[in-house]
């Protein structure tokens, strides 16, 4: 009896990689996993535009500075790791 993956033979593994993948494509989870994605990007600006103004209308002045102080800190962060990696990589 098998207990842990790691008593899987090679040829067991092949078996259990071809019928997930068997099962995946017959069951059309990559059109599912598309309209998942495709649903939850379109939904990041509107939940945006709800949790702002929750925030204006619930919110004290202090609520919004902090908040604004932390969005701001974020996005400088991705700034400094994005520019980072411009200058790791090399140019053409």
Known sequence: ?????????VRAWWHALRDAGKSFRAKDLSDNAAGLTYYSVLSIFPGLIVVVSLLGVLGTQDSIDAWRVRTTRAVGRCRCSIAERR??????
Request: net charge positive; aromatic share 0%.
């Open 87 to 92: 200058s790791r990589t090399p140019s053409r």
């Open 1 to 9: 009896m098998i207990r842990n993956p790691t008593d899987l033979t």
